[in-house]
């Protein structure tokens, strides 16, 4: 089997791993880079050669041969394995070739579709999506394909086995083990077959390695102690398909009984995981969950004629009036978008859960709507952990898998693991390794 790196052996976001057996050339995750901004990509149906040239030029899209709908040589992959709903996983499938069959888990794919509904990003043509079910072996050509739940910030992540006659790889995409779900990656150690000749791993911490992460069970005790002394609204800014973190806090509004506010793109999102999870979303099952109707996102909705997708939860809705009668009963997903929501409510004695990567908050639309909240009296928490591996955890699945052979993604210190490991192998970018 051949492994070539096409993005991802120095950066973080953007992953590309192509894998080749005997007969058979898959992609494991073809990804945008985190600065990329897709809304400034032509769209699939319109973009010209030169367009697209010139995505492949400035590195925007990895280079891979055939592959695009605006190449007219002959296509060369036979599929594309996706492994979580993360944007720098997935975000150029939909400039790929029709023919090339693109596997996601079915909540990933709901996820992401569903999102580029709300906010108008090109959706992915749903007749060309093949749909794996975590723990449920698949073939594509002769490799045989292991998808394994792992704990992540993305939904339904997972991690790929690929096997063909002769030899194992391991491909871990994104994963934790102190997310909500972190017993799966002791059980995921466990399967994987031996002996492993190959471990493609990701590095994201690695820049920070002898820090210990907070859990989300911590984040959910802080977020209790702090909403305990909070006598006014309380707030938090996070991802809305951070699916995990939706649950953390939901659990530490109910303990401290407050009613959880969201906004109809997180109902639409919790009530996606929440249709295969016991995941809390706005309905009769749950009804400490209300959602909120922000003027500017129902208008844009209106716009694209797409109203229905706000009805959905109409019956389920709370009113600025019935927020502002007592503030201290809600605990509210917010966001810079809804700014003009909030003046209408009284922000005296609040408090923000800032609850998402530190970097974000340097862009000025952030920085505006942080300024702002801190003039109305709102005091700003940090609440978060990372979605990725701390570097015990790390080590830990390196001696646990013993592979043959370790090759860093995913990580702006690939040097690290050649430190630790003598059988590292760093493959920078186009780069690959055959086993024998
Ligand atoms: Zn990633
Ligand atoms: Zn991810």
Redesign the pocket.
């Known amino acids: 089997m051949k492994t070539t790196i096409h993005r991802g052996h120095n950066q973080?976001?953007g992953?590309c791993v192509e894998i080749q057996s005997d007969n058979t050339k898959i992609l494991l995750d073809l990804?945008l880079s985190l600065d990329s901004n897709i809304f400034e990509i032509p769209d699939p149906n319109d973009i010209t050669l030169a367009q697209g040239e010139e995505l492949i030029k400035s590195s925007e899209f990895t280079d891979i041969k055939g592959i695009y709908i605006w190449d007219k040589r002959p296509n060369t992959i036979d599929a594309v394995l996706i492994s979580h709903s993360?944007p720098?996983?997935w975000g150029i499938v939909q400039w790929l070739k029709p023919e090339i069959p693109i596997y996601f888990s079915e909540s990933s794919f709901k996820l992401i579709n569903k999102s580029a509904q709300l906010l108008g990003r090109p959706k992915i043509r749903e007749d060309r999506v093949k749909f794996f079910k975590p723990e449920n072996t698949f073939q594509v050509g002769d490799l045989e394909c292991n998808p394994y739940l792992v704990d992540h910030s993305a939904f339904e992540a997972c991690a790929f086995e690929l096997t063909d006659s002769k030899h194992t790889i391991f491909y871990t995409g994104?994963f934790r083990r102190h997310g909500r779900k972190n017993k799966l990656w002791d059980k995921v150690l466990k399967k994987v077959k031996q002996p492993l000749d190959l471990l493609i791993i990701?590095g994201?911490t690695l820049s920070r390695p002898n820090e210990t992460p907070l859990t989300e069970k911590d984040l959910e005790e802080q977020a209790v102690t702090d909403m305990k002394k909070c006598d006014g609204l309380s707030m938090i800014w996070t991802s809305s398909q951070n699916i995990d973190r939706l649950v953390t806090v939901y659990r530490a509004a109910k303990r401290t009984n407050r009613i959880f506010v969201i906004d109809p793109y997180t109902a639409h999102m919790l009530k996606i995981a929440g249709e295969s999870n016991v995941i809390p979303y706005p309905s009769d099952q749950f009804s400490d969950v209300k959602v909120y109707f922000p003027q500017r996102f129902s208008s844009y909705l209106v716009k694209q004629s797409s109203e229905h997708v706000l009805f959905e939860f109409k019956k389920y809705k709370i009113t600025k009036e019935e927020i502002s009668e007592d503030p201290s009963k809600y605990f509210m997903i917010v966001r810079p978008s809804v700014k003009d929501y909030l003046k209408h409510l009284s922000l005296d004695k609040s408090i923000l859960f800032y609850s998402m990567w530190e970097g974000y908050r340097d862009d000025e639309k952030s920085m505006t709507f942080l300024k702002w909240l801190e003039s109305k009296g709102t005091k700003e928490i940090f609440l978060h952990t990372s979605g990725h591996a701390d570097s015990s955890t790390i080590k830990k699945t390196i001696d646990t898998l013993q592979p043959e052979h370790l090759i860093p993604i995913?990580t702006l210190f690939p040097e690290w693991f050649e430190n630790e490991y003598k059988k590292t192998k760093i493959l920078k970018n186009g780069n690959s390794i055959t086993l024998e």
């Open positions: 973080i976001g992953s990804g993360h720098d996983h994104d990701e994201t995913h």
